[in-house]
């Protein structure tokens, strides 16, 4: 870098004097610098043509200076780039927020313009023909419903006999109530037809003028749709008939959704067709606008309404009831579905409110396929949320009926259906997560939001990229385990063909196990930095640190060193394994389990002794390929030997024909002879070789038969004797006598 930077330095320092002057032309010599601090540095001027007379040294420092150039040059394409970005960014929001404001603006004028119905409505008062006019429709209005109304009322009447009969038919089944509904729906809708054959028979025998014909027929099919809707709505909740209704709702809410939506049918269906019929009769354009800005304006409040009006129940049933007893991966589910319920219900009245302004907003400024948009939006949304929810509940499911095991399966492996339902929580929740993902990728691009358009930018390829590769590396390292596992637990439980279980050296049911043990260790590192490599962090200084950390936990943890290197040779070694019966140091017991660091044995109480490999200093395998029952007898002196030896032989043979314990006997029994000679007894020592741990079965055994033998034979086992002699003090004489005698054998 220094390199670079002195030459350039010299160049620069040569050729500023020459820039200022270039730069500024008809410099006075008043306005110039000293004449000394024109001239230039005679060493610098050296090295400089010391510079450009060597070859090397010239095409350098030109390489040089075009670096310094493509540098500067990069610098300011970047400026230029990120300028553009930021000023377009500011630009497109800037143009929706004008957007926004101007619609807002749009929309507060035309609302402002409602002072106009009330002057064109004086206008039409004072008018004499228009006034002429108003009460023309009026009357003709009020005579076509008032003749409806009565045909209606007269039909309703008639057929109040039919609704009891009705109510006297309660249903048992769905498919009882079908027929009741739809006769339910024809009484419904025949007063209607009567309402509508009473007013247009009504308007053909007044004959009014076209535009007040046009008024009438407007009102009539305003009556004929709110009560076509209404209808529907009544098949639906049935709010006088609980029987009927289709939905589980209670009679209190029936009768309210009912009203309700008789309301907003009728506000809207009047609504809008008021508006026709003021169209039709010339109203001015702004009061026309204004008029339908505020049925629309009511339309929406009455519903914002509702929302509130409903807030806490809804909340309450997104809240949903806790479950209780769920466990693992089924109770983290739990608590995040919990937590987003939760969250649903505190805001979803907001989200409610915020999207009927927009679809408001939409409808007031006339966005050309806005309102068509939403509904499609709305409609998809709704769908998409029904089916994520249907394969959510229904996909779990699908997978615990396709990892089923059969009979037949479970008797082979009986250990299969436990390894294979393992994994399906895991399974579960990857579905879950893996339809909420698209659910999320589905509603982002009905909404127009990009979400595809965004998985196809080089930041979402990445992600996908790098999301694909880690999840190939946990199901492939997942694979490796089970294919691992279950290698080591086939070899260990293998049958023959008779169906008997292949025993396995104690050596094998060791090491297998910790050999697994040991893979998964290095199955789990290499994919954890497998992993972290994949999302971008460099791995190699944690492989340093993990290096440095290593070596310091190996000096200071030595004695865990150790324990491991003492194990892993005694391990291979094969001086012990599990199963095997030991003494190490003064602990003994049965080896039960075998770590890297310890060793585990349970003595005959049943205690647990856990001792480091470090520690064992001595091994006592007393169940190594095989064992001895020995026993050392004691006779006494008086006693023939030999005859003793040959009941000793006996007994052995006896044991050795025995189908209980001729398994249990590798060689007859071997005499040793007379051993030692006591106190009071001659000993005489014999051992019986027998299967690993197998020794003091056929000892007790052995024991038994000599101790019933011997009593039959009369030959006597001596034990030691003590004679203990207590004489009484009663008389005075004595007790002077005792007395003496302990002062003197004290003294």
């Known amino acids: 870098m220094i390199r670079l930077i002195r030459p350039l330095l010299l160049l620069l320092l040569l050729l500023a004097p020459g820039l200022a002057a270039a730069q500024v032309p ?91 119905l009330l002057v064109w409505a004086r206008d039409q008062l004072a008018d004499p023909a228009a006034r002429a006019r108003w009460i ?205 319920r939760r969250r649903s219900a505190d805001v979803w009245h907001l989200v409610a409110i915020a999207y009927v302004a927009v679809t408001f907003a939409i409808w007031a400024l006339g966005i050309n396929g806005g309102f068509v948009f939403v509904l499609r939006a709305t409609v998809l949304t709704v769908a998409t949320l029904v089916l994520g929810r249907l394969m959510s509940t229904y996909g779990p499911r699908l997978i615990h009926r396709a990892f089923s095991i059969g009979p037949e399966l479970k008797a082979r492996y009986p250990g299969l259906e436990h390894r294979a339902n393992r994994y399906l929580p895991v399974l579960d929740t990857a579905l879950k997560v893996i339809v909420l993902i698209c659910t999320v990728l589905v509603l982002l691009e009905v909404w127009q939001l990009g979400g595809i358009a965004w998985m196809e930018t080089e930041t979402g390829r990445a992600i996908l990229s790098s999301g694909g590769a880690i999840l190939f590396m946990i199901v492939a390292s997942l694979v490796a385990w089970e294919a691992v596992s279950q290698l080591i637990e086939f070899h260990l439980n293998r049958h023959d063909a008779s169906g008997n279980l292949v025993q396995r050296s104690a050596r094998a049911r060791t090491l297998l196990p910790l050999l697994r043990n040991a893979f998964l260790i290095l199955l789990i590192t290499v994919v954890v930095l497998m992993v972290l490599s ?35 040779f005694i391990l291979f070694e094969d001086t012990l394994s599990v199963g095997d019966v030991v003494q190490l140091g003064s602990d003994s017991g049965v080896v039960e389990t075998i770590t890297i660091r310890t060793i585990r044995l349970r003595d005959e109480t049943g205690a647990v002794h856990t001792l480091p490999f470090s520690s064992v200093t001595s091994i006592i395998n007393m169940t190594k390929d095989f064992s001895f029952a020995v026993f050392n007898i004691g006779i006494g002196y008086d006693q023939d030997v030999d005859r003793v030896l040959d009941v000793l032989r006996e007994l052995g043979r006896e044991m050795q024909l025995d189908p209980g314990w001729a398994p249990a006997i590798l060689a007859p029994i071997e005499i040793i002879g007379l051993d030692k000679f006591g106190d009071s007894a001659v000993t005489i020592k014999a051992r019986i070789k027998t299967p690993p741990a197998k020794q003091w079965g056929v000892m007790r055994e052995f024991n038994r038969r000599m101790k019933r033998r011997f009593d039959e034979l009369g030959i006597d086992i001596p034990f030691p004797h003590r004679m203990v002699l207590t004489r009484s003090l009663d008389r005075p004489e004595d007790a002077a006598t005792a007395a003496a005698q302990g002062a003197s054998s004290g003294s």
């Open 26 to 116: 008809g410099a006075t010599p008043a306005a110039a610098p000293p004449a000394a601090d024109q001239q230039a540095d005679p060493e610098r001027v050296k090295a400089l043509i010391a510079t450009l007379q060597d070859d090397k040294a010239r095409a350098a420092l030109v390489a040089q200076l075009q670096l310094l150039l493509q540098a500067q040059a990069a610098e300011e394409d970047r400026k230029t780039a990120l300028e553009a970005v930021g000023s377009q960014a500011l630009v497109a929001v800037s143009e929706k927020v004008r957007d926004v404001t101007s619609g807002v603006a749009v929309i507060g004028s035309t609302l402002a313009q409602s002072p106009q």
């Open 136 to 340: 023309a429709v009026f009357l003709n209005v009020l005579a076509v419903f008032a003749v409806g109304l009565a045909v209606g009322f007269l039909v309703s009447g008639l057929l109040r006999g039919a609704r009891a009969a009705l109510d006297r038919h309660p249903p048992a089944t769905l498919w009882g109530k079908l027929p009741l509904i739809l006769g339910q729906a024809v009484l419904d809708f025949l007063p209607l037809l009567g309402f509508v054959f009473g007013a247009y028979g009504m308007t053909t025998v007044l004959d009014p003028p076209q535009f007040v014909a046009i008024v009438v027929t407007a009102l009539v099919y305003a009556v004929i749709i709110s009560g076509v809707a209404l209808m529907v709505i009544r098949i639906v909740l049935t709010p006088e008939h609980p029987r009927l209704r289709l939905v589980r709702v209670g009679d209190e809410t029936a009768g309210y959704l009912y009203i309700w939506a008789k309301r907003l049918i009728r506000l809207t269906v009047f609504g809008y067709l008021t508006i026709v019929t003021a169209s039709v009769l010339q109203t001015p354009y702004g009061a026309l606008t204004a008029l339908t800005y505020i049925v629309g304006l009511a339309v929406a409040a009455m519903v914002i309404v509702l929302i509130l009006q409903n807030r806490v129940p809804v909340a309450d049933w997104l809240r949903g009831r806790r479950r209780h007893g769920a466990e693992g991966e089924d109770a983290a589910v739990t608590r995040a579905v919990g937590s987003l």
């Open 534 to 568: 994949e999302v971008g962090l460099n791995i190699a200084p944690l492989l340093a640190g993990a290096g440095v950390v290593g070596l310091a936990i190996g000096f200071g943890a030595q004695t865990l060193v150790k324990d491991v290197i003492t194990g892993v």
